[in-house]
């Protein structure tokens, strides 16, 4: 028995820098690729850190999704969020999980408090009771702003400093904007024009294919880190010498689970895999 623990142990001894090796090849040829790859620590959790307010306005603005009510994980058939509007007059919109709902806030500082809301009429089963998150939106009094993970989070507390509800922001904010279609499937696109324009606030996806205008929406989990789906995806219907470069690239949308930031002017879109289907260069509209 014991030659057999010895000669295990020494297996898994010569086994260890080829199974090192491999992984360092693999990091190389991502890194050729522009793409970084995350070291990512299994054994040591990332603790939670609080982030100033020093400009509420700027800091809550935007959609923020709900994860969390009195201590218990949201699942909702529609998803949970809000979306704090300073623009628009302290306006606050989003859905409860079943319903549209709408409202108003008031901010001073980190006291934060909810107007009534006026909600649409849908009836739902959901395991995570609408009412549940209604009841506690209506006794938030304060806030406080917390990050991990490079994500951010903003939880909800009554007037004793009791965590109602927890929010999270989605990550996708790099994703605005235009892009021109560089790759897909690793391949360059021989059609120049070939661009996109996302919007992940509103959830849209607009496009021009050198041939056809697409449209599209945009679908987030907010139970996973940069992850984004392309779902009915529409368009035109002219026939042209680059449908092959059109056709791929709808196939492309349609596969990809997630997005990872190439550089400042890049950005990858991944399959549920992990493997780049389309690579996006950053563009300015005239």
């Not at 030659?3 to 190389?28: C, E, F, N, Q, T």
């Not at 009412?131 to 490079?150: C, G, P, S, W």
């Amino acid at each position: 028995m014991r030659k057999y623990i010895i000669i295990a142990l020494l297996l898994a001894v010569v086994m260890a820098p080829a199974s090192m090796d491999a992984r360092k090849k693999k990091d190389k040829k991502l890194e050729k690729r522009g793409v970084v790859t995350e070291k990512v620590v299994s054994d040591v959790e990332q603790p939670m850190r609080e982030i100033a307010v020093t400009n509420p306005a700027q800091q809550l603005y935007g959609e923020w999704d709900i994860v969390n009510v009195r201590k218990k994980r949201v699942y909702t058939l529609e998803r949970a969020y809000l979306y704090l509007d300073f623009a628009g007059g302290n306006k606050v919109y989003g859905n409860n999980g079943c319903n549209t709902i709408n409202g108003t806030f008031q901010l001073s500082g980190n006291n934060l408090k909810f107007g009534e809301f006026i909600s649409s009429k849908e009836s739902c089963h959901n395991i995570t009771n609408e009412k549940t998150i209604m009841h506690a939106l209506a006794d938030v009094r304060q806030f406080t702003l917390e990050t991990q993970y490079n994500a951010q989070y903003l939880n909800l507390m009554n007037s004793k400093g009791t965590v109602l509800l927890v929010l999270k922001r989605h990550n996708l904010d790099a994703m605005n904007g235009a892009w021109l279609v560089k790759e897909i499937d690793s391949e360059n696109v021989t059609e120049k024009n070939m661009r996109v324009v996302i919007d992940a606030v509103m959830q849209t996806i607009h496009g021009d294919t050198g041939c056809n205008i697409i449209n599209g929406i945009i679908t987030l989990d907010p139970a996973k880190d940069m992850a984004i789906q392309f779902e009915d995806l529409h368009s035109t219907e002219h026939n042209c010498d680059s449908i092959d470069d059109e056709t791929a690239l709808l196939l492309a949308l349609e596969s990809t689970e997630s997005c990872k930031r190439i550089n400042q002017q890049e950005m990858a879109l991944l399959d549920n895999k992990g493997n780049i289907v389309i690579v996006l260069q950053r563009i300015t509209l005239r």
